[in-house]
C-alpha cells in the first residue's frame, strides 16, 4: 500500500495544497509553522479508513483521526472583524492499494456538520476488513502481506513517561499475540511503545521458558522445536533492525530482556557491557523506540 498524491483543501492553514511522494522516501522541509506536521496529520487521516476495518480500530484512544472543526482553516473578516471557518475542509489521496489497484479517495467537512468520506474510502474500509478475515481464518494457508503503517509525533520526549514506573510482570490479553496487535494505534501521535515493551518481554521469557523444557525433557524436543525457532527468529529479526540504525554508529546493539537488571530491557556494548534501556540517551532510546514500534 502507499501514498503518492495529497491534496488539501482549507485544511488548518493551507487553503489548497497539491503534494506528491516518493515510492521509497520523502523528506519533507520547512521553516518552523509551515505545515510540515500538518502534511503528516493529513496523511495519517486518509490512512484512518483502512485502519477502521480492523478490530484495532476500537480500542483507538485518539480521537482526532477525523476531519474535526478545528481543523477546518479559519479566515479574518476584516469587516466584523472576526474569524470564519472557510468551508469545505477537504483531504484527497491518491495512492496503490489492493494487489496493485490505484484509486482516489476523499474525506470531507463542511462547517459544523459531521465528517464525511466516499465511495472509494468505504471500500478501503473493506479491504482492511477482507485481510483480517484472512488472516483469522484457521484453514487459510496462502501467506498474507498486511500494510506496514507507524506514526510517530514529532513531540521529542513522547517515550519518557513510559520509564517511569516501576517494572512488572504483567499478563498480555489475547489480542497482543496477533499480527493484527500491530495496528494498535499505530497512526496516534503517541505510539504505545509500552506495549511493545511487554511484548518483546513476554517473548524473550518464552523462549528460555522452551529452551529450559528441551533441556529437561528430551521428548519435548521435537514438539517445542518448531516454535522455539520460530521465537527465535522473531527475536533476531528485532535485534537486526534495531542493530542497523545503532551498532555501527554508537556500538550499542541487540536488545535483550533482562531479570537481573530490575526485569527491563538491555543493550548490549563492547566496552559498557549491559546496560538498561532506561539509562541510554535520549536520542539512543527515540531511535529504538522507533524501530521496535
Known amino acids: 500500500m502507499r501514498i503518492d498524491k495529497l491534496s488539501l483543501l482549507n485544511f488548518r492553514c493551507f487553503r489548497q495544497l497539491d503534494i506528491t511522494f516518493d515510492e521509497h522516501i520523502t523528506i519533507l522541509v520547512a521553516p518552523n509553522g509551515a505545515g510540515k506536521t500538518t502534511v503528516l496529520d493529513a496523511i495519517r487521516l486518509a490512512l484512518f479508513p483502512f485502519i477502521r476495518g480492523f ?8 480521537k482526532s483521526l477525523a476531519i474535526r472543526t478545528e481543523d477546518v482553516r479559519l479566515v479574518f473578516r476584516p ?5 470564519e471557518m472557510s468551508s469545505p475542509a477537504m483531504i484527497t489521496a491518491t495512492g ?15 462547517g459544523e456538520q459531521p465528517p464525511h468520506e466516499d465511495k472509494t474510502a468505504a471500500q478501503l474500509t473493506r479491504w482492511g476488513e477482507q485481510l483480517q478475515t484472512l488472516v483469522r481464518e484457521e484453514h487459510n494457508l ?17 517515550y519518557q513517561e513510559r520509564y517511569e514506573a516501576q517494572p512488572t510482570e504483567q499478563r498480555l490479553d489475547n489480542s497482543a499475540f496477533s499480527r493484527l496487535s500491530g495496528y494498535d494505534d499505530c497512526l496516534s501521535a503517541t505510539s504505545n511503545y509500552k506495549q511493545f515493551e511487554q511484548w518483546y518481554s513476554w517473548l524473550w521469557l518464552s523462549y528460555r521458558e522452551h529452551q529450559i523444557t528441551q533441556l529437561e525433557s528430551p521428548s519435548a524436543k521435537l514438539k517445542e522445536g518448531v516454535r522455539v525457532q520460530r521465537m527465535k527468529e522473531a527475536i533476531q529479526a528485532i535485534q537486526q533492525a534495531i542493530n542497523c540504525l545503532t551498532q555501527e554508529v554508537t556500538g550499542w546493539h541487540d536488545l535483550e530482556y533482562s531479570s537481573s537488571h530490575n526485569q527491563q530491557l538491555v543493550m548490549n556494548h563492547p566496552q ?8 541510554l540517551s535520549d536520542g539512543l532510546r527515540n531511535a529504538v523506540a522507533m524501530v521496535a514500534d
Do not use: F
Not at 496503490?96 to 463542511?110: F, Q, V
Not at 496462502?142 to 513522547?158: F, H, I, S
Not at 559498557?272 to 539509562?279: C, T
Open 79 to 83: 469587516e466584523a472583524l472576526n474569524m
Open 96 to 110: 496503490e492499494w489492493e494487489s496493485g489497484k490505484t484509486a482516489t479517495w476523499m474525506l470531507d467537512k463542511r
Open 142 to 158: 496462502q501467506q498474507v502481506e498486511l500494510p506496514l503503517m507507524l506514526y510517530l509525533g514529532t513531540a521529542r520526549l513522547w
Open 272 to 279: 559498557h557491557g549491559k546496560i538498561p534501556l532506561s539509562q
Open 55 to 62: 478490530d484495532a480500530s476500537l480500542y483507538v484512544k485518539d
